[in-house]
């Protein structure tokens, strides 16, 4: 069993920068690969970015690769989503998974998720 819990989310300005956090407890993360998805108002959920259990390969989604950056502490036992350059389409409810060895970067087959942290990037 892990429990994921997002946070950081908030209202910003377009341009301006947010950093999501991902606190994991009942496991250790060194064993999982974690990833970022989001859900925006009326849209389905569609997939961020995704890092591998040793941190060394990291995957983005074409609309957020060079914007957006995933990083991962296993010693602490966090994810991290650093998020620059942002856009109003990038407004959304932002929620971290986690599963054994590799993501499904498609969410349906991920054990582990996170209840959301909410983004709003204002024109």
């Known amino acids: ?48 970015a995704d890092i591998t259990r040793t941190a060394i390969y990291t995957y983005y989604a074409d609309s957020v690769k060079g914007r957006f950056t995933v990083s991962r502490d296993n010693v602490k036992n966090t994810v991290y989503l650093q998020m620059n350059s942002l856009k109003p389409e990038d407004t959304a409810v932002y929620y971290c998974a986690a599963q054994l060895w590799t993501l499904d970067r498609s969410g349906t087959n991920n054990p582990y998720w996170g209840k959301g942290t909410l983004v709003t990037v204002s024109s």
């Open 1 to 48: 069993q892990v429990q994921l819990v997002e946070s950081g989310g908030g209202l910003v300005q377009a341009g301006n920068s947010l950093r999501l956090s991902c606190a994991a407890s009942g496991r250790t993360l060194s064993n999982y690969a974690m990833g970022w998805f989001r859900q925006a108002p009326g849209k389905e959920r569609e997939f961020v």
